[in-house]
């Protein structure tokens, strides 16, 4: 069975998606920059697929598996020091 995203909100903090399983993720959107910084309507204007969510106008893209393993932004860089 394929896990898919049904529906996505958001909070003044988080992102809530809904799964075809009939599961809520709450995903801080700390962990994704570019929809942390994006306006309400940019982070509205998204495509579902089987696999995950997009943002063309953000070019953004969340998988499902990423989400449900816990991933972040995985090309977001630390600015901490080596």
Do not use: C, Q
Not at 38 to 61: F, K, T, V
Not at 69 to 77: E, I, L, N, S
């Amino acid at each position: 069975m394929t896990i898919s995203a049904k529906n996505i909100r958001f909070d003044e903090y988080n992102m809530w998606v809904e799964l075809s399983d009939a599961r809520t993720l709450g995903v801080p959107l700390a962990w994704f920059p570019k929809l942390m910084h994006a306006s309400p309507d940019e982070r509205n204007d998204y495509e579902l697929s089987r696999r995950g969510i997009h943002w063309d106008s953000l070019d953004e893209d969340i998988s499902i598996e990423g989400l449900l393993a816990g991933r972040g932004d995985v090309t977001f860089k630390s600015h901490s020091a080596a």
